[in-house]
């Protein structure tokens, strides 16, 4: 079994991000995770109605590069187009240990990275300051 991350982990590695804070717009089982005022992850139990077992994991969304995001499909089983996200660049990450950590870790780097390179210059260079 890797070295992997469990969700207070994960929960803890997103919100060391620079200007990350927490939200519950979709109620108190679905934590969301904004840089400034954008979402770049979600973090809940996963759905019983995908298919079994999955209610027992946590599961990641993350934006995610388009061609990157069908590659991790390919590779980690435990990677699914993002539930209740635009498939194409979302990704849902169910943390059932199957991971290894570093991976974890590059995968919400860059889905912070992604969502901050669509900000003005000013929140980009505001984000870099404090980080």
């Given at each position: 079994?890797?070295?992997?991350?469990?969700?207070?982990?994960?929960?803890?590695?997103?919100?060391?991000?620079?200007?990350t804070s927490l939200y519950y717009p979709f109620g108190d089982d679905v934590k969301v995770f904004k840089v400034?005022?954008?979402?770049?992850?979600?973090?809940?139990?996963?759905?019983?109605?995908?298919?079994?077992?999955?209610?027992?994991?946590?599961?990641?969304?993350?934006?995610?590069?388009?061609?990157?995001?069908?590659?991790?499909?390919?590779?980690?089983?435990?990677?699914?187009?993002?539930?209740?996200?635009?498939?194409?660049?979302?990704?849902?990450?169910?943390?059932?240990?199957?991971?290894?950590?570093?991976?974890?870790?590059?995968?919400?780097?860059?889905?912070?990275?992604?969502?901050?390179?669509?900000?003005?210059?000013?929140?980009?260079?505001?984000?870099?300051?404090?980080?």
């Amino acid at each position: 079994m890797p070295d992997t991350l469990n969700a207070q982990q994960v929960e803890q590695y997103l919100l060391s991000k620079p200007e990350t804070s927490l939200y519950y717009p979709f109620g108190d089982d679905v934590k969301v995770f904004k840089v400034k005022s954008k979402m770049f992850a979600t973090l809940a139990l996963g759905p019983e109605s995908v298919f079994k077992g999955a209610s027992e994991n946590f599961w990641l969304n993350l934006k995610c590069d388009v061609n990157e995001a069908v590659m991790l499909r390919d590779i980690f089983p435990a990677i699914l187009p993002g539930y209740h996200m635009h498939k194409a660049s979302w990704n849902s990450v169910i943390l059932d240990g199957s991971i290894p950590k570093g991976e974890l870790e590059r995968m919400m780097d860059n889905s912070f990275k992604l969502i901050v390179s669509k900000m003005t210059k000013k929140d980009q260079q505001s984000i870099q300051i404090h980080g």
